[in-house]
């Protein structure tokens, strides 16, 4: 019977002797036990900030259209980081839906079939909504903040 030699890390031997000093035995490389990195959960983390950057960035030229400031943009911003932080698949207890939070969310047919699934017609809606009720984005975020609620 012939055995084949057991590869050893010599990265493994030289981080053990640099360490404890000595030569210690390696593991072998076939032996090693899978570890998840690091890096994949800081992928998943960075693709939930891109969507909400993607869906921020969504909304930006449509408050311009609008006729509203950079200002106005950065109270937006501030609201539906508290109701959702952007995330157009969010949803609460209550039935609150969407990056606005509208209640319930199937108010947001009005602005397109797609509510569900689209950040665009989700914004849309509430831009509306914001602009009928308060005027202007400013104006619901100092509602939210005395009330808890827009």
């Known amino acids: 019977m012939v055995r084949k030699p057991v590869r050893r890390s010599a990265t493994l031997v030289l981080a053990a002797s640099l360490t404890f000093g000595v030569v ?6 076939q032996a090693a036990a899978p570890v998840k990195p ?7 983390a960075q693709k939930k900030q891109s969507r909400a950057a993607r869906n921020r ?15 106005q943009y950065r109270c937006l911003v501030k609201l539906w980081n508290r109701e959702s932080h952007w995330n157009h698949k969010a949803h609460s ?7 606005p939070q509208a209640l319930p969310g199937r108010k947001m047919r009005s602005a397109g079939k797609d509510w569900r699934t689209n950040p665009r017609t989700q914004i849309k809606w ?11 984005p400013c104006r619901a975020l100092g ?6 609620w827009y």
Not at 57 to 71: C, E, F, I, Q, Y
Not at 126 to 136: A, E, F, Q, S, V
């Open 24 to 29: 210690a035995e390696a593991v072998p490389a």
């Open 126 to 136: 509430g831009l509306g909504y914001i602009k009928g009720r308060y005027k202007t």
């Open 57 to 71: 960035a969504l909304a930006k030229p449509m408050v311009k259209k609008r006729g509203w400031s950079d200002r």
């Open 38 to 44: 690091v890096a994949a959960v800081q992928v998943k």
């Open 143 to 148: 509602h939210s903040n005395s009330r808890g």
């Open 93 to 99: 207890g209550s039935g609150a839906y969407g990056i």
